[in-house]
């Protein structure tokens, strides 16, 4: 993904929405499984992050 780095998560969510047409959290997995490459990258440790975070919300019952 090109400018990763300067996406909020919330901006981050729309793009992974917008280009894989899922629910926010799988969006965002599968952004994370494309930036991963067979190594731990810093993209890839970003949308990992973001996925980690959507997955508590919704574990713990937030939107």
């Known amino acids: 993904m ?3 780095q300067d996406l ?12 894989h ?3 926010a959290a799988t969006s965002v997995a599968y952004c994370a499984l494309e930036a991963y490459r067979g190594v731990d990258t810093p993209e890839y ?6 996925f980690l975070k ?3 919300r ?6």
């Open 2 to 4: 090109i400018d990763w």
């Open 54 to 56: 959507l997955a508590k």
């Open 45 to 50: 440790r970003f949308w990992f992050g973001l």
């Open 8 to 19: 909020t998560d919330e901006d981050a969510v729309d793009v992974a929405v917008a280009e």
């Open 21 to 23: 047409g899922k629910d």
């Open 58 to 63: 919704k574990h713990v019952g937030w939107a």
